[in-house]
């Protein structure tokens, strides 16, 4: 029996588990995850400093003359004491002396010679960055299961911190099915077809971030499917096209079964792409997908892109979503859970025409996809929809609805 979209992603949630982990220098980890919690080591800022150039004062000497005699650089270690009637020249983070208050922006007084006259208007603790008061000392700054980005690395920087524990990048390998296909750099018959379903889910894999190979695409014979099966068995993922219905070729199921597989997703209710398998041979995961482009393009990129935040580590694995509107009516058949392809413009998802099963060309140019119930037939324009991003990794930590009704 054919699993629903929600079963299927809610299968791949409970049984995919994160890969083992391995410590890489913080500038390797952008795009990884990390596999621990790390703790801060001390406050950031270290020390209370001046946000502004300007001088170091007491509140009490607001709308006074003051003098200044002196002057603290960023880097100092300053050891004077500062007193009522007087002010201390400061540089924009160099550590506040004893006594200071309040921080006035140099273009806030008014000067004649070493005498200042200080507004009436300063605040206790005005322009003093406080220790601590970016990142607290004990405190989680990185949470366990985060995607490390460029600006993580700045965190991880003042921390000093050179190595991180993150998950070990995702092994894929790919291979495709049927004598009809050949590779795109080879010279083909007028009877047969290039393979772009490999060469595209190679290039989507490492896009994110996954370690993948090619295997060439296997013959429509059970040996054959068994051989390159067994070639591929030390990935972490499996991804295969083709073969997976009912024709008298479709050996797909049946060579994976052989060697061991353990199914955990027999098709999915969904158009297109019902016939769908997602299975197990040890710790191995396998996905195959059906053969047309389009309808493997969008169970790619709703269950395989699970699969691998999944695996990844990521806290956030679960798809998350933009509320839009319908730029222009768009007619469905009706009947079937569906998916929708479209361009998204920042604030509205327009439907791509055509798009049928077996296509290539809407796939460049979708930005997003919605997921429709069987009772909708029209999507009117201005209508709410709920849309998946594609063009973008957008995950989040919890379920949320996905579905346009």
Known sequence: ????????????????SPLDKEIIPIELSVGRVVTEDYIANF???????????????????????????????????????LKEGSAIKIMTGAPIPKGCEAIVPIENVTMKEDVILLPSDIQTNGFIRMAGEDIKKGTVFLAKGSVINAYTIASLASQGITHVTVTRVIKVAIFGTGDELRPHFEKIEAHQLYNSNSPMFLTRSRALGCDVRFIRTSADTLEALKKSIKSTLDADIIITSGGVSVGDKDFTKEAFTNLGMQVLIDKIDIKP?????VGVIDKT??????????????????????????????TEHYH????????????????????????????????????????????????GLILITPDVNLLESGKTVTMIPIKWEFGIGKKVELFTS
């Open 1 to 16: 029996m054919a699993s629903s979209i929600l079963e299927a992603l809610d299968i791949i949630a409970d049984n995919i």
């Open 320 to 367: 998350g979503t933009v509320t839009t509107t319908m730029k222009h009516d768009f007619s469905v058949r009706g009947g079937k859970y569906a998916v929708i392809l479209g361009r998204f413009d920042g604030t509205s998802f327009e439907a791509l025409k055509p798009q049928m099963p077996g296509m290539v060309s809407p796939m460049q140019e979708a930005d």
């Open 273 to 277: 792409g019902r016939p769908t398998i």
């Open 43 to 81: 406050d950031l800022p270290r020390f209370h400093n001046s946000a502004m150039d300007g001088y170091a004062v007491k509140v009490v000497d607001a709308t006074k003359k003051v003098t200044c005699n002196e002057v603290i650089y960023a880097g100092d270690n300053p050891k004077m004491l």
């Open 285 to 314: 995961v396998i996905i195959n997908l059906p053969g047309n482009p389009l309808a493997s393009m969008v169970n790619y990129e709703l269950f395989i892109r699970a699969i691998i935040r999944k695996m990844s580590g990521r």
